[in-house]
Nanobody, 119 residues
Framework: QVQLVESGGGLVQSGGSLRLSCAAS????????MGWYRQAPGKSRELVAA???????DHVDSVKGRFTISRDNADNFLYLRMNSLKPEDTAVYYC?????????????WGQGTQVTVSS
């Protein structure tokens, strides 16, 4: 069974913080590079942070120094700590493998979690 369940989003003021969580199926999170993606209104989905199975991380330039991706392989969770949030961080955030999972030929996505940053 495939499980990618995101949570932790919400409405926050500019400069605030949030921590996103992703509950993933064990067989997915333990063997794959995982990532957080986001999709802002009218824009394409983008990968903002990734973490390998053994913990190497990378973050897109626009979030470097503000966001931190981490994982807990024992409990099958992926996290994204977001500090110093800006209005341009407003988006629906998704967790997935890197590249995204495919089921029956199409990318599989969870429901995502909405992050809204007010100015």
């Amino acid at each position: 069974q495939v499980q990618l369940v995101e949570s932790g989003g919400g409405l926050v003021q500019s400069g605030g913080s949030l921590r996103l969580s992703c509950a993933a199926s064990e067989r997915i999170i333990r063997v794959n590079t995982m990532g957080w993606y986001r999709q802002a209104p009218g824009k394409s989905r983008e990968l903002v942070a990734a973490i390998t199975r053994i913990g190497y991380t990378d973050h897109v330039d626009s979030v470097k120094g503000r966001f931190t991706i981490s994982r807990d392989n024992a409990d099958n969770f992926l996290y994204l700590r977001m500090n110093s949030l800006k209005p341009e961080d407003t988006a629906v955030y998704y967790c997935n493998t890197v590249p995204p999972l495919k089921l029956r030929g199409s990318d599989y996505w969870g429901q995502g979690t909405q992050v809204t940053v007010s100015s």
